[in-house]
C-alpha cells in the first residue's frame, strides 16, 4: 500500500511532493528499502535529540520497521533535523517513515540533497523537496521523490520543522527506496621527476643576445 504527500491528497501543490501509486508485497518492498545499507551510520548527525545518538537507531531493515523500542524524540521543540551520508551514490526514489503516535508524529518533511553538516540556521534555504505527511504510525506511506532532483545523492538532510501538536517530534523508522552505484575512491598519485638538464642547454643560457658569454 502506498500513501501520498500533499496533504492527505494526490495532488502536487507548490513544490509538495506527490505520490505514485505502488502495490508491493511485503518481501518486495523489504528489497527495495534497503538502501538502509549505504548509510554511513556513524557519521549520520541528528540535531535536537533528546538522547544522544538515538536518531542513528530510526535506520534499520525493513522488517524492524514496527519496531518501537529504538526512536528518537526530539528534545528543545518539535523539531528534529537528520545530516545522513551515504557510503555510495543513491538514487532515491521514495521515503517511508514511522512516527510517533497521536501528536508526536512529524507534519512536514523538507529534503535538502547534498549538503553536508546543515544546522538548524540553514533550513530557511530552499529545500530540494517539500512534504507534507499524514500520520502513520504502521509504515504503510510512500513518499515518491522527484528523482531528477534526486539522481546522484551523496548526503541527504531530513528536516522535520513541525508535528501534530505535541511539544515533541517522535520517529521510529525512515526507510530509503531506490538504487546505487559504487563511489569510485581515487588514490592521489604523486610522481616525482628527475630533470636531467642537458649539457648544450646549459650552455645556450650561457650566452646573451650577441653571442658573449655572461660574467
Excluded at 526512536?71 to 538514487?91: G, W
Excluded at 530540494?128 to 506511506?141: N, V
Aim: with cysteine; charged share 25%.
Amino acid at each position: 500500500m502506498s500513501g501520498c504527500g500533499g496533504g492527505g491528497h494526490g495532488h502536487d501543490h507548490s513544490g509538495h511532493g506527490s505520490c505514485e501509486g505502488h502495490d508491493h508485497t511485503p518481501a518486495e518492498l523489504g528489497v527495495a528499502y534497503s538502501l538502509y545499507t549505504r548509510i554511513d551510520i556513524d557519521n549520520v548527525e541528528c540535531l535536537n535529540e533528546a538522547v544522544e545518538d538515538s536518531g542513528k537507531t530510526v535506520f534499520k531493515p525493513w522488517e524492524e520497521r514496527l519496531d518501537r523500542e529504538k526512536f528518537v524524540e526530539s528534545d528543545a521543540d518539535e523539531e528534529l533535523l537528520f545530516n545522513i551520508p551515504f557510503t555510495d551514490n543513491i538514487k532515491l526514489k521514495g521515503i517511508i517513515l514511522v512516527g510517533g503516535e497521536n501528536g508526536h508524529h512529524p507534519r512536514k518533511m523538507r529534503l535538502f540533497k547534498n549538503r553536508p553538516h546543515m544546522t538548524f540556521d540553514d533550513v530557511n534555504s530552499a529545500a530540494e523537496q517539500e512534504f507534507d505527511l499524514q500520520q502513520d504510525a504502521t509504515g504503510t506511506l510512500e513518499y515518491t521523490t522527484k528523482v531528477v532532483k534526486f539522481s546522484s545523492v551523496t548526503h541527504l538532510t531530513i528536516h522535520f520543522p513541525s508535528n501534530f501538536g505535541e511539544e515533541t517530534t517522535k520517529v521510529s523508522y525512515i526507510g530509503f527506496r531506490g538504487e546505487y552505484t559504487k563511489a569510485h575512491r581515487h588514490g592521489v598519485t604523486i610522481c616525482n621527476y628527475e630533470l636531467s638538464p642537458q649539457i648544450m642547454d646549459l650552455k645556450d643560457k650561457a650566452l646573451d643576445s650577441v653571442g658573449k658569454p655572461i660574467m
